[in-house]
């Protein structure tokens, strides 16, 4: 996880071609399994750090196969606040989707293993890209634990 002081943000500039549409797409959904920030049309951020310049740059090799152009920076906002504005961005993101999945947890009336086992590997999906420990995260773990505990599992989030 990064914290809020982290000043560097690593970006991704790319072009890919409509046709075939296939790569595109695939781009697109490693970009929103990662939980990127999209700054523009075809310019994505991650907070930097080794992990995510590497999941970038491994992004930009699959859009370069596909005959597109890409292009890494490792940058610095021109301000505090731009910064802060881009974690608040991913914050809110994570946020919603951790809400959505409590919410979905909250609605079922007697969980089952097989769901408490789904909404788990759900928690850590979504983990995976909550750069900046978005509030409803433990909100979201909690409701995993509860639902095991109806199910008769062991309690927690992470197996």
Same mark, same amino acid.
């Not at 759900?122 to 995976?128: A, L, T």
């Given at each position: 996880?990064?914290?809020?002081? %982290?000043? =560097?943000?690593?970006?991704?500039?790319?072009?890919? $071609? #409509?046709?075939?549409?296939?790569?595109?797409?695939?781009? @697109?959904?490693?970009?929103?399994? +990662? *939980?990127?920030?999209?700054?523009? &049309? *075809? +310019?994505?951020? +991650?907070?930097? &750090? /080794?992990?995510?310049?590497?999941?970038?740059?491994?992004?930009?090799?699959?859009? #370069? %196969?596909?005959?597109?152009?890409?292009?890494?920076?490792?940058?610095? $906002?021109? !301000?505090? #606040?731009?910064?802060?504005?881009?974690?608040?961005?991913?914050?809110?993101?994570? &946020? #919603?989707?951790?809400?959505?999945?409590?919410?979905?947890?909250?609605?079922?009336? !007697? $969980?089952?293993?097989?769901?408490?086992?789904?909404?788990?590997?759900? @928690?850590?999906?979504?983990?995976?890209? =909550?750069?900046?420990? /978005?509030?409803?995260? &433990?909100?979201?773990?909690?409701?995993?634990?509860?639902?095991?505990?109806?199910? *008769?599992?062991?309690? *927690?989030?992470?197996?």
């Amino acid at each position: 996880m990064v914290t809020q002081h %982290e000043p =560097d943000w690593v970006l991704l500039n790319y072009r890919i $071609p #409509r046709e075939p549409s296939t790569p595109r797409i695939t781009v @697109w959904r490693k970009l929103k399994d +990662l *939980g990127v920030a999209q700054l523009g &049309d *075809g +310019l994505v951020a +991650l907070p930097h &750090d /080794a992990r995510t310049k590497e999941h970038l740059e491994w992004i930009a090799e699959r859009v #370069r %196969e596909a005959d597109g152009e890409a292009t890494l920076w490792v940058a610095r $906002p021109a !301000s505090r #606040r731009q910064g802060a504005d881009l974690a608040d961005q991913l914050r809110q993101a994570r &946020d #919603r989707e951790f809400d959505e999945l409590r919410a979905e947890i909250e609605a079922e009336a !007697s $969980p089952t293993i097989r769901s408490v086992k789904r909404w788990r590997r759900q @928690w850590q999906r979504i983990s995976r890209r =909550d750069y900046f420990r /978005a509030p409803q995260r &433990d909100a979201a773990r909690l409701a995993i634990a509860t639902a095991a505990e109806q199910a *008769g599992l062991s309690t *927690g989030a992470r197996r």
